[in-house]
């Protein structure tokens, strides 16, 4: 009887676990757009909330809001609207009682506010533009989740953004023809529906554009040629398929393409873009160049694909805790090598990894071990360091093992915030033994000449 009655607890141990772990936040509303004025209301009802304890509501900080109910219609008494705390583009909202103490997220609210924000129509009054604004342009709107256009909540037990929703939407557009959602088909409309049982990070784009539908996947407001499209994502497919085969995952959303203008001046010939799986969206690019007369994409276009489409695996599933950037970037650069030297060949990878090594000299930085937070893993360290450390633990282990390890790394991630040990528990799960994971990690994590050490690996193993 013992052993039955420990049994029916661990058992209500895990389903309670779980309902936790994989409570799926569900937002269902409207959106009114006004494009010249730069004016956005909403108005949401979210459901499904896991019921935290320390969160935080992240509202962007150019929204102001009306209120927040419960579900029945009952006013809140919120925190943040004085004095209120910043986390990243957001203000944090939490509720509380009546001696202005902090109560548990309950597991719906609803929310109304209204934001005013300004329209580049000329991108010379700007000085920076990137994934983090709500940008107008006269002619667009674009909103990303980290942006927080939408309410998303931070699990501070775990430092974790939850912004992954399944959603029902309905979007408006005073002088606009066009909506997009992220996860679901554009529509040419001015006011249009929006409806997924399949969470995503909600990405907004409106306006005045047109769109190409290549059997399911689509490119948005950029004046090219269905050929040109069919092209595209034909090359698109030949990455897909890699990941798919390599890392034994499925790789199936449909892929949306998103051409937008940047809100400040950008020298010539310039570009930059972002990722919101299954989302990617670009400005300064004329897609007609992106295929070659081969009909396939340049080199560097492979391994820039390669990064983008890598964080499918390594996306917003991966973004918390002090080590987020290398979970994030990191791994989605290291598996943009492979992308690259499978299709472009192992001479460019090559050539790509000895003038990344080269970036690094005169340069100092903390080992991983040794991290306190996030910030202070730069650009260079997160785009260029660590991938070289995650090639030199491939080049040191194998391939296979290493696609393991990501398996394990990905299974992980599904409940929990990753760490280093967690690295480690992988490699072991893998065949790597305690010993020979014990001497890589002394030598290119923990060494205070790992950066020198990675550079004569990645010079020895690739010259």
């Given at each position: 009887m013992k052993f039955y009655r420990n049994t029916l607890l661990t058992a209500a141990f895990l389903l309670v676990f779980l309902s936790y772990s994989f409570a799926q936040p569900h937002i269902k509303g409207h959106v009114e757009i006004e494009m010249k004025t730069g004016l956005m209301s909403c108005s949401f009802t979210l459901t499904n909330v896991p019921q935290l304890q320390k969160y935080n509501i992240l509202l962007n900080k150019g929204m102001n809001v009306k209120y927040f109910k419960d579900e029945k219609g009952k006013l809140l008494d919120y925190a943040g609207h004085y004095g209120g705390k910043m986390n990243g583009e957001a203000l944090a909202y939490a509720f509380t009682d009546a001696k202005n103490d902090t109560t548990a997220l309950p597991s719906a609210f609803c929310v109304e506010y209204t934001g005013a924000f300004p329209v580049y129509k000329n991108n010379d009054l700007n000085a920076f533009d990137y994934k983090g604004i709500i940008a107008f342009n006269g002619q667009t709107v674009r909103a990303t989740e980290q942006t927080k256009w939408y309410p998303v909540i931070y699990d501070a037990t775990n430092d974790k953004l939850i912004q992954d929703y399944t959603y029902d939407l309905t979007i408006s557009t005073k002088d606009g023809t066009t909506v997009f959602v992220n996860g679901s088909a554009p529509q040419q409309k001015k006011k249009a529906r929006f409806a997924s049982v399949?969470?995503?990070?909600?990405?907004?784009?409106?306006?005045?554009?047109?769109?190409?539908?290549?059997?399911?996947?689509?490119?948005?407001?950029?004046?090219?040629?269905?050929?040109?499209?069919?092209?595209?994502?034909?090359?698109?497919?030949?990455?897909?398929?890699?990941?798919?085969?390599?890392l034994q995952l499925d790789f199936t959303d449909n892929i949306y393409l998103i051409n937008h203008k940047p809100v400040n001046k950008r020298a010539k010939g310039s570009s930059w873009g972002f990722n919101t799986y299954p989302t990617f969206a670009f400005t300064g690019l004329n897609f007609e160049d992106l295929i070659t007369k081969e009909g396939k994409f340049s080199d560097h276009i492979y391994k820039y694909y390669g990064h983008e489409f890598g964080h499918n695996y390594f996306g917003n599933n991966v973004l918390s805790g002090k080590l987020s950037w290398f979970w994030l970037e990191s791994f989605a650069e290291y598996l943009s090598y492979n992308i690259t030297e499978e299709i472009v060949g192992e001479a460019y990878l090559k050539q790509t990894l000895l003038k990344q090594a080269k970036q690094l000299e005169g340069k100092e930085f903390t080992p991983l071990t040794e991290i306190k937070q996030r910030e202070e893993i730069d650009n260079t360290y997160r785009y260029v360091l660590a991938p070289l450390l995650l090639k030199t633990f491939e080049d040191t282990f194998g391939r296979d093992k290493m696609n393991g390890v990501i398996r394990e790394l990905l299974a992980y991630a599904k409940t929990e915030t990753l760490t280093l040990e967690h690295w480690q528990r992988a490699a072991l799960q893998q065949g790597i033994s305690a010993e020979e994971f014990s001497a890589f990690e002394k030598t290119f994590v923990q060494s205070k000449d790992f950066k020198q050490h990675i550079i004569d690996a990645i010079v020895k193993n690739h010259s």
């Amino acid at each position: 009887m013992k052993f039955y009655r420990n049994t029916l607890l661990t058992a209500a141990f895990l389903l309670v676990f779980l309902s936790y772990s994989f409570a799926q936040p569900h937002i269902k509303g409207h959106v009114e757009i006004e494009m010249k004025t730069g004016l956005m209301s909403c108005s949401f009802t979210l459901t499904n909330v896991p019921q935290l304890q320390k969160y935080n509501i992240l509202l962007n900080k150019g929204m102001n809001v009306k209120y927040f109910k419960d579900e029945k219609g009952k006013l809140l008494d919120y925190a943040g609207h004085y004095g209120g705390k910043m986390n990243g583009e957001a203000l944090a909202y939490a509720f509380t009682d009546a001696k202005n103490d902090t109560t548990a997220l309950p597991s719906a609210f609803c929310v109304e506010y209204t934001g005013a924000f300004p329209v580049y129509k000329n991108n010379d009054l700007n000085a920076f533009d990137y994934k983090g604004i709500i940008a107008f342009n006269g002619q667009t709107v674009r909103a990303t989740e980290q942006t927080k256009w939408y309410p998303v909540i931070y699990d501070a037990t775990n430092d974790k953004l939850i912004q992954d929703y399944t959603y029902d939407l309905t979007i408006s557009t005073k002088d606009g023809t066009t909506v997009f959602v992220n996860g679901s088909a554009p529509q040419q409309k001015k006011k249009a529906r929006f409806a997924s049982v399949k969470a995503y990070p909600l990405l907004l784009f409106a306006g005045n554009y047109n769109f190409i539908n290549n059997g399911g996947d689509y490119i948005l407001n950029a004046d090219i040629s269905k050929e040109t499209a069919q092209k595209i994502f034909g090359n698109i497919e030949t990455i897909k398929a890699i990941f798919a085969r390599n890392l034994q995952l499925d790789f199936t959303d449909n892929i949306y393409l998103i051409n937008h203008k940047p809100v400040n001046k950008r020298a010539k010939g310039s570009s930059w873009g972002f990722n919101t799986y299954p989302t990617f969206a670009f400005t300064g690019l004329n897609f007609e160049d992106l295929i070659t007369k081969e009909g396939k994409f340049s080199d560097h276009i492979y391994k820039y694909y390669g990064h983008e489409f890598g964080h499918n695996y390594f996306g917003n599933n991966v973004l918390s805790g002090k080590l987020s950037w290398f979970w994030l970037e990191s791994f989605a650069e290291y598996l943009s090598y492979n992308i690259t030297e499978e299709i472009v060949g192992e001479a460019y990878l090559k050539q790509t990894l000895l003038k990344q090594a080269k970036q690094l000299e005169g340069k100092e930085f903390t080992p991983l071990t040794e991290i306190k937070q996030r910030e202070e893993i730069d650009n260079t360290y997160r785009y260029v360091l660590a991938p070289l450390l995650l090639k030199t633990f491939e080049d040191t282990f194998g391939r296979d093992k290493m696609n393991g390890v990501i398996r394990e790394l990905l299974a992980y991630a599904k409940t929990e915030t990753l760490t280093l040990e967690h690295w480690q528990r992988a490699a072991l799960q893998q065949g790597i033994s305690a010993e020979e994971f014990s001497a890589f990690e002394k030598t290119f994590v923990q060494s205070k000449d790992f950066k020198q050490h990675i550079i004569d690996a990645i010079v020895k193993n690739h010259s």
